[in-house]
């Protein structure tokens, strides 16, 4: 939730599903095992039904809310894919829908959607199906129980380490992690490291010699504290993890989540095997007791409250917005643990035939509200190509150049052209004009690492200027260069092993560089060149907290200023287009221009759609298009020159 929230300190927060992942492994295959030890058989529908009387009524809930607040509260036409993402949530495969859709956990180029955390509950759905059916065919057909315990114990021992050999196998430096971090069989190693430990204390003499025992227990002081100190080092190490790594560090793809698992196996290891110890002590306060309680609720409910407590709506912000939604979320879950998941667990209608009818109704249900409430919101909004305002003949071909903010103008763009002009978007995800190692850090952090085509481990003929004069091969004069560059330029990048930002005058003087060599390979073939203003940008915006230093209006200020002197380097073959004035003419940065929204929630991209494409497809149709009318006019027209004149365009 911290993570998600946007909590400073936190980059790491997402580790929290590996510790529940890995005591989720523990506690059920320790249930498992205790009522086969108990019963001499291991009842699946019954396990089946007690799984979706604790999971289906908070995410049916969910699911309804997230549906109403998607057709009645948020911006019409913000979540084109919902209807699908609904359906997945509900049908236990969030997670391969996501990888299928190229969703980016770790780097948003739009909306954050209210049902983005469900790719964890459909790992787990998976586990609780898959696993159960493995537990009972090891304990039939191998008879005696201890050695069938050790099976099962080496199954989840070798499943855990083939799963994290592929994550790291699998792993590219600096590339999107979606289908290393939403695989279930990338991330499996967390589960069944928890299921290892489980076999493991199944398998003690002291549990052995109880049968209904679930694991053994310290009997000496030196016992507990040596437990107690296991548990505090796990701790501890995961604090730090928590607090050190981001979603992107290599470290995590290369054994560190299977390493952190471990350390949560720890430190369920030394709870248990400790329970008059001070780590139990802790845990089992009331209000500890009581968030555990209501953690499952927690979790599904905490996305939607971020995205309907905006600083627009509360009219608060910072550390009052961070109280206000944790608050809310914690009021949520409540209620509905209290009104709806609990008298649901109570009962057993879910287990008899008579309760088909009651739960087909409520599926239904569900259903028919995701469907009627999702209607598509741009049906009514027709295709079209908008025309500049000025009629001049057109250049044959207008190349964007740039990072992400590039790619979904050049989209924009493409829809727009006028008959006769085609655009090139050759825009680059996570790549600007400065080629580092991390960005966003501080000394002694790692940061953000960078992508590949402006990571110096990346080899040259992979960067951007290679990349660039590949696209920029076929230009000839009276063709046009766009160059747009959004927030990297103004980060703290990490470069040769030192920190540098755009305040520095050495660092300026590497931005001209860049910018330079931008100019020479635009205007190799004859065409000309226009680099286009960085406009405000606020990636904190989501969260409601005052903009990061890269966002300040002073180091977007200087990296423009730096735009003018480069063109006026190169009057004849360079200009300056305004674009950062027309998307914040106030100078600060805001989600809608003249009642048109004109920038995403992430607080830096514009609205665009192209199906399929993730980086471009942040908004339905309609919205793009709305978009598109508004930019055309203002935009076109100064990309269109008579053939004649390359006049400088203004300023920002």
Not at 94 to 104: G, L
Not at 148 to 177: C, D, I, N, Q, Y
Not at 297 to 307: A, D, E, K, S, T
Not at 551 to 574: C, F, K, T
Request: glycine share 8%; with cysteine; aromatic share 10%.
């Amino acid at each position: 939730m911290g993570y998600h929230f946007g909590f400073a300190g936190l980059p790491g927060g997402f580790l929290g599903v590996d510790l529940f992942f890995a005591l989720s492994g523990y506690l059920i295959t320790t249930l498992l095992l205790a009522e086969h030890r108990r019963a001499g058989r291991i009842r699946l529908r019954a396990f089946w039904a007690r799984r979706a009387r604790r999971l289906l009524p908070c995410l049916v809930l969910v699911i309804v809310a997230a549906s109403l607040y998607v057709r009645f509260v948020a911006p019409p036409g913000a979540y084109p894919e919902f209807r699908l993402q609904a359906l997945s949530a509900l049908g236990f495969f969030s997670n391969w829908y996501q990888i299928a859709a190229s969703t980016h956990y770790f780097v948003a180029t739009g909306v954050r959607s209210p049902l983005t955390q469900t790719w964890t509950l459909a790992i787990e759905e998976q586990f609780y199906l898959v696993w159960p059916i493995v537990t009972v065919l090891v304990l039939r057909f191998v008879r005696r129980n201890n050695r069938a315990v050790v099976v099962l114990g080496s199954l989840a021992g070798l499943g855990a380490l083939a799963s994290a050999t592929e994550m790291a196998v699998r792993f590219r430096p600096h590339t999107a992690t979606t289908r290393l971090y939403f695989g279930t069989d990338t991330h499996a190693q967390s589960l069944l490291v928890g299921v290892a430990l489980a076999c493991l204390f199944a398998c003690s003499p002291q549990v052995v010699a109880k049968a209904r025992a679930l694991a053994p227990r310290t009997r000496s002081t030196t016992g507990t504290w040596a437990a107690t100190t296991l548990g505090a080092a796990s701790l501890v190490g995961l604090a730090w993890l928590v607090h050190s790594v981001n979603g992107q560090s290599p470290f995590l793809y290369q054994g560190g989540f299977l390493l952190v698992s471990v350390a949560a196996t720890c430190l369920v290891a030394a709870v248990v095997l400790a329970p008059q110890g001070p780590l139990t002590w802790l845990l089992e306060r009331r209000l500890i007791r009581w968030i555990g309680t209501i953690s499952y609720g927690l979790y599904l409910w905490h996305i939607l409250v971020l995205l309907v407590l905006t600083p627009a709506r509360t009219g608060v912000s910072g550390a009052a917005l961070d109280l206000l939604r944790l608050g809310a979320s914690l009021a949520v879950a409540s209620v509905s643990y209290l009104l709806v998941e609990r008298p649901v667990l109570r009962q057993t209608f879910w287990r008899t035939v008579r309760a088909l009818g009651p739960g087909a109704i409520a599926l239904s249900t569900t259903v028919a509200v995701l469907l009627l409430s999702t209607a598509p919101a741009s049906a009514a909004v027709p295709a079209r190509r908008f025309a500049p305002r000025r009629a001049v003949p057109p250049p044959p071909e207008v190349v964007v150049l740039g990072d992400s903010t590039a790619l979904t103008l050049g989209y924009a763009l493409a829809a727009t052209a006028p008959t006769g002009t085609v655009v090139v978007n050759g825009g680059l995800f996570g790549c600007g004009l400065a080629i580092a190692t991390s960005a966003t850090g501080t000394p002694g952090t790692p940061g953000l690492p960078m992508f590949p085509a402006c990571n110096s481990a990346t080899p040259p003929d992979q960067q951007w200027p290679a990349l660039d004069q590949r696209r920029l091969a076929g230009t000839r004069p009276g063709d046009q260069v766009l160059f747009l560059a959004g927030h990297w330029e103004t980060q703290s990048l990490l470069i040769n092993g030192r920190w540098r930002d755009i305040l520095q005058p050495g660092f300026q003087r590497y931005e001209v560089d860049q910018l330079n060599r931008v100019v020479a390979l635009g205007t190799a073939h004859g065409a000309h060149v226009d680099l286009l203003t960085m406009p405000c940008m606020d990636q904190n915006f989501p969260y409601g907290k005052p903009p990061a230093p890269g966002d300040s209006a002073r180091r977007r200020s200087i990296y423009n200023r730096l735009l003018e002197e480069v063109a006026g380097e190169h009057p004849r073959s360079v200009s300056v287009i305004p674009y950062g004035s027309m998307l914040c003419p106030t100078g600060r940065f805001t989600e809608y221009v003249d009642g048109v929204q004109v920038r995403t929630p992430d607080g830096v991209h514009t609205p665009s759609f192209a199906p399929g494409n993730v980086f471009a497809g942040n908004a339905s149709r309609a919205v793009a298009e709305r978009f598109y009318a508004w930019l055309a006019p203002r935009l076109w027209p100064l990309v269109i020159r008579p053939p004649a004149t390359s006049p400088r365009h203004g300023t920002s």
